[in-house]
């Protein structure tokens, strides 16, 4: 009753909440813990780059603009746009195939006034699409609409690969897989297709370019190109194991502030982040990722639709995939891919992206609470 009066009394305030304070309260706080320690990361890694830290505040806060205005669309009017944003992602990839800016040997970049990157459209527009192709079909999908769903699947993949690009390749890939896998497909299926998969290894070792097979053949035995290929393992691995139980305390890696460290501001910041904070920092940063991936697996679990359990199942085990081929392929297990650490890493495009798919998880478990209440 009271609650009710304060709110006729107030109109101006109810109304600044319902608009500015619509982040979901878990996602929020983990993500703030999240941002706050890979600020003490790039900060640290960025020492000796100038104005490189200002630019990590200001990405962080255009990410935080992004994620508001995401959480504010209902996934109603995103499901309308999905077949729109996958035709003009795919025509931009299309475009880059033909008209494309090439950089250090690859064709990743187009010029439409302004230089993009489309593959990061895909990211979204991907699992957007796929989502709403099952929830048309909810109740009744068949065989035909897996294989329906793989060609959407295929196409972007296949022009993304032939940039070529493969770290993008593999998050656009598994976003997609998450939504199929998610939709219902079989296990049996899964495992013939894992099986086929590995019969045809051979084949796509052959079809591979030099670089992406001379690292594997690095990960195997970095010290095979120790001052070239395996450079960057190397090094990082001695970071991450001089960094002992506590770390040796920021700013105080020996690794990064001598610059043994590659890309220690994006691609390879864990390791700046290991050497300074240890394996007990490592563990705080695992268990916080675990708490944000949870977070969202609860929220597809509880949406109210198809499309948005299918939509918010895969952009959570998305950011989940982009943790695991980070931290792997930092230590050593797994090939060096150009893939950030989420809302640790330095990088604009990427940090957007990642934030819009929070954005749209909020988007999801707001939503739905306006319609139960």
């Given at each position: 009753?009271?609650?009710?009066?304060?709110?006729?009394?107030?109109?101006?305030?109810?109304?600044v909440?319902?608009?500015?304070?619509?982040?979901?309260?878990?996602?929020?706080?983990?993500?703030?813990?999240?941002?706050?320690?890979?600020?003490?990361?790039?900060?640290?890694?960025?020492?000796?780059?100038?104005?490189?830290?200002?630019?990590?505040?200001?990405?962080?806060?255009?990410?935080?603009?992004?994620?508001?205005?995401?959480?504010?669309i209902?996934?109603?009017?995103?499901?309308?746009?999905?077949?729109?944003?996958?035709?003009?992602?795919?025509?931009?990839?299309?475009?880059?195939?033909?008209?494309?800016?090439?950089?250090?040997?690859?064709?990743r970049?187009?010029?439409?006034?302004?230089?993009?990157?489309?593959?990061?459209?895909?990211?979204?527009a991907?699992?957007?699409?796929?989502?709403?192709?099952?929830?048309k079909?909810?109740?009744?999908?068949?065989?035909?609409?897996?294989?329906?769903?793989?060609?959407?699947?295929?196409?972007?993949v296949?022009?993304?690969?032939?940039?070529?690009?493969?770290?993008?390749?593999?998050?656009?890939?598994?976003?997609?897989?998450?939504?199929?896998?998610?939709?219902?497909?079989?296990?049996?299926?899964?495992?013939?297709?894992?099986?086929?998969?590995?019969?045809?290894?051979?084949?796509?070792?052959?079809?591979?370019?030099?670089?992406?097979?001379?690292?594997?053949?690095?990960?195997?035995?970095?010290?095979?190109?120790?001052?070239?290929?395996?450079?960057?393992?190397?090094?990082?691995?001695?970071?991450?194991?001089?960094?002992?139980?506590?770390?040796?305390?920021?700013?105080?890696?020996?690794?990064?502030?001598?610059?043994?460290?590659?890309?220690?501001?994006?691609?390879?910041?864990?390791?700046?982040?290991?050497?300074?904070?240890?394996?007990?920092?490592?563990?705080?940063?695992?268990?916080?990722?675990?708490?944000?991936?949870?977070?969202?697996?609860?929220?597809?679990?509880?949406?109210?639709?198809?499309?948005?359990?299918?939509?918010?199942?895969?952009?959570?085990?998305?950011?989940?995939?982009?943790?695991?081929?980070?931290?792997?392929?930092?230590?050593?297990?797994?090939?060096?891919?150009?893939?950030?650490l989420?809302?640790?890493?330095?990088?604009?495009?990427?940090?957007?992206?990642?934030?819009?798919?929070?954005g749209?998880?909020?988007?999801?478990?707001?939503?739905?609470?306006?319609?139960?209440?």
């Amino acid at each position: 009753m009271m609650s009710g009066f304060q709110g006729a009394r107030y109109p101006v305030l109810e109304t600044v909440k319902r608009r500015f304070f619509i982040f979901d309260r878990s996602l929020t706080i983990v993500l703030g813990l999240i941002l706050l320690l890979g600020c003490l990361a790039v900060s640290s890694a960025a020492w000796n780059f100038p104005g490189r830290f200002e630019g990590h505040l200001r990405n962080i806060a255009v990410g935080i603009a992004v994620m508001w205005i995401a959480a504010m669309i209902p996934p109603q009017k995103l499901m309308r746009f999905a077949v729109p944003i996958y035709v003009v992602g795919l025509s931009l990839l299309v475009g880059v195939a033909l008209f494309g800016l090439i950089k250090n040997g690859a064709r990743r970049w187009l010029n439409i006034g302004v230089i993009i990157q489309p593959s990061e459209i895909m990211k979204l527009a991907l699992p957007l699409t796929l989502a709403w192709y099952f929830q048309k079909r909810e109740g009744m999908i068949r065989w035909r609409d897996f294989l329906m769903a793989g060609l959407l699947l295929a196409l972007p993949v296949g022009l993304i690969m032939r940039q070529p690009d493969l770290g993008t390749a593999v998050l656009v890939t598994s976003s997609g897989f998450f939504v199929i896998f998610l939709a219902g497909l079989s296990w049996r299926l899964i495992i013939g297709l894992g099986v086929a998969g590995l019969a045809s290894l051979p084949l796509v070792w052959t079809m591979m370019h030099d670089y992406q097979r001379h690292r594997i053949m690095t990960l195997i035995d970095p010290t095979s190109d120790p001052l070239g290929k395996g450079f960057h393992i190397i090094q990082s691995t001695i970071a991450i194991g001089s960094g002992g139980l506590i770390g040796k305390g920021w700013l105080n890696g020996t690794q990064s502030h001598l610059e043994f460290i590659p890309e220690r501001t994006t691609d390879f910041i864990f390791a700046v982040f290991s050497e300074e904070f240890g394996l007990l920092g490592n563990g705080v940063l695992l268990v916080l990722y675990l708490l944000l991936i949870g977070r969202g697996l609860i929220i597809a679990a509880n949406a109210p639709t198809l499309f948005s359990r299918l939509l918010a199942g895969s952009l959570t085990l998305s950011i989940f995939t982009y943790v695991f081929v980070n931290m792997g392929m930092v230590s050593g297990i797994l090939p060096v891919v150009g893939v950030p650490l989420p809302f640790v890493s330095y990088g604009g495009t990427a940090f957007v992206t990642l934030s819009l798919g929070v954005g749209t998880l909020m988007s999801i478990q707001r939503h739905r609470t306006l319609v139960q209440t």
